[in-house]
């Protein structure tokens, strides 16, 4: 059995699941960078007392699952989500879904996915896929960061939909239930409106002191004191973790500031405020200070730079790309939006 389903590539998984599965759906007007968008994925957290993979956490994104259900509901689109404690019953549930012709997005963890090369499995339990079709043993799976669809054995799929760590899936699954009425323009529109809203709320506001604008400033502070703290190495060590959440884990990095500059882009399209598109070359700025801000880094975990002062550069960054956003989501937040 195999759904009627369109793999499209994309930059970041939950974007692509969720563009991916509303497209089939029958919205063909959601791109990547609106559904990223409406979904306000935007953010940043630097979490010292979870570790993944030996170090700190960061996320450069919100919370798995939230793009896809921010998307759905500012879109005024139900959504069915399970989770399971036996694996034998979340295997034959999404069987049943299949023969029923209903793809199905899937929470999984990185390292047993087969066809991921060894060099990008790590314990990260926030991937996300679409199963769309089963022939014998083989589920047929539409990654979006993959070129073309694959394929995964029943075992395979089973591993890594309950993976075990931070994060857990618990075999999780979730797709857009059946709606007999699409999003019509103004729908969209007022979507995008709250996903911007709720995004700012997110990265100006959000309390705690290491989220938003707040934890981009904390975590400055904290990669200045690691060298003398934590030593040249474990320092360095701390550094390539969040290279590696930002570039190589699907949390986003500077890669997710690019997607919501084209975002803000498409919102110009049923928002004329010229505020979307300054703001939109904002964060195309602070992409690219990401993008360095990893390139320097790199260079301390591999040794060719280990002064102070070398540390003191990601600080000082950090502490830029930090106002970079703060005055890009100030800008979005005065937008008086009609009503």
């Not at 692509?16 to 063909?28: E, K, S």
């Not at 990547?32 to 960061?58: C, D, Q, R, S, T």
Request: proline share 4%; with cysteine; glycine share 10%.
């Amino acid at each position: 059995m195999k759904v009627d389903f369109n793999h499209i590539q994309s930059a970041h998984c939950e974007n692509g699941v969720t563009t991916n599965l509303l497209r089939h759906a029958g919205i063909d007007g959601i791109t990547e960078p609106l559904a990223f968008g409406m979904g306000a994925g935007l953010f940043f957290i630097y979490i010292p007392f979870l570790k993944v993979n030996h170090g700190p956490a960061f996320s450069f994104r919100t919370m798995p699952g939230h793009i896809f259900k921010r998307t759905c509901t500012s879109l005024h689109i139900p959504v069915t989500r399970k989770k399971f404690s036996s694996p034998a019953k979340a295997m034959s549930h999404l069987d049943g879904l299949l023969s029923e012709g209903q793809p199905v997005g899937c929470q999984v963890g990185v390292y047993y996915l087969s066809y991921f090369p060894k060099e990008y499995r790590f314990h990260f339990n926030a991937h996300n896929i679409v199963v769309f079709g089963k022939e014998g043993d083989e589920y047929i799976i539409s990654d979006p960061v993959m070129e073309t669809e694959t394929r995964l054995t029943n075992y395979e799929l089973q591993r890594v939909r309950f993976a075990k760590g931070p994060l857990a899936p618990r075999g999780q699954i979730y797709y857009p239930s059946p709606k007999s009425t699409l999003p019509d323009e103004e729908t969209i529109a007022g979507a995008i409106k709250s996903g911007i809203r709720w995004n700012t709320k997110m990265m100006l506001h959000v309390p705690g002191g290491i989220a938003g604008i707040s934890g981009i400033k904390y975590t400055a502070r904290m990669v200045s004191g690691w060298r003398d703290k934590l030593g040249v190495k474990k320092g360095g060590q701390y550094l390539a973790q969040l290279v590696r959440m930002q570039e190589e884990i699907g949390t986003g990095g500077g890669g997710f500031r690019f997607i919501y500059a084209a975002f803000l882009q498409q919102a110009h399209d049923y928002h004329k405020h010229d505020s979307l598109l300054r703001a939109s070359e904002e964060f195309t700025n602070a992409g690219d200070l990401w993008r360095s801000a990893a390139v320097q880094s790199a260079g301390i975990y591999k040794g060719r730079i280990t002064d102070q002062a070398d540390f003191d550069v990601v600080r000082d960054q950090l502490l830029q790309i930090a106002e970079v956003e703060r005055s890009a989501f100030k800008r979005l937040k005065s937008i008086k939006w009609a009503k």
